[in-house]
């Protein structure tokens, strides 16, 4: 490398160097930023902030700037829940779900995302469908997991938007329906890839009058959804 080569190459560096320092944030202003923020957020959570104390029971779930600690997490979603948060409701239902931290138990389980369903949170109304459409804790029942199904992919859902693409094109348990399957992928494809490469796969066994009606319905479909999400 010859001498002005490396001029440029070094004075690149110091201006990233400088810009990392000086533009940006150095690592300790970062570090003193993400404790001034985590104070802010535990002195929300003590003074019986709902949403403050769900979001610390996610930071000591994750270990997201705290040391990871299930126990915590749980005693803070609970506080969170009993002021009727629904996601931290859906979240102690999940930590007995799957045994995090405590003894598995799916009565506790179902006990607390009937909570969170009963708030209509679309994630909670999902696992319902799931839980119907394999007899997953309550008797199988196709018609219950589209039901629940629905309502969580009325709300935006995607996975939800994607479990009914993928029942109306096997047939699962219901007369299939290609044009509602493709309507379906088609709108979770929006942001799901896979939904994007099932909906093509379903287009290739469509008419392409039927693929029209598929599009018009998803168009139909998307603007119910914003129209109650109040867009």
């Known amino acids: 490398m010859g001498s002005t080569t490396r001029w440029v190459a ?20 970062k ?3 993400a404790a001034k923020a985590l104070a802010e957020l535990r002195a929300k959570a003590d003074a019986g902030d709902s949403k403050a104390q769900s979001k610390l029971g996610q930071r000591y779930y994750m270990g997201e700037g705290v040391e990871e600690d299930f126990g915590a997490a749980l005693k803070w979603y609970r506080l969170a829940a009993a002021q009727g948060d629904a996601e931290a409701q859906h979240c102690i239902a999940s930590i007995f779900e799957f045994g995090v931290g405590v003894k598995k138990d799916k009565a506790e389980a179902l006990k ?13 109304q999902y696992e319902f469908g799931v839980m ?6 309550a008797k199988k029942d196709v018609a219950k997991a589209m039901e629940w199904y629905r309502l969580a992919a009325e709300q935006d859902h995607v996975p939800a938007q994607c479990a009914l693409g993928c029942m109306y094109r096997d047939g699962f348990g219901i007369e299939r329906d290609r044009v509602e399957s493709y309507a379906w992928f088609h709108l979770s494809a929006e942001t799901h890839q896979l939904s994007k490469k099932w909906r093509d796969e379903v287009a290739k066994k469509m ?7 598929a599009i018009a319905r998803s168009a139909l479909l998307r603007t119910r959804i914003d129209a109650k999400a109040g867009k």
């Open 10 to 29: 070094g004075f690149c560096f110091a201006l990233l160097f400088t810009a990392d320092i000086c533009g940006g944030q150095t690592f300790a202003e």
């Open 112 to 124: 607390w995302r009937w909570l969170a369903v009963a708030q209509n949170l679309p994630v909670a």
């Open 207 to 213: 008419s392409a009058p039927q693929i029209v009606a």
């Open 132 to 137: 119907y459409q394999y007899g997953d804790g």
């Open 31 to 33: 570090r003193a930023l």
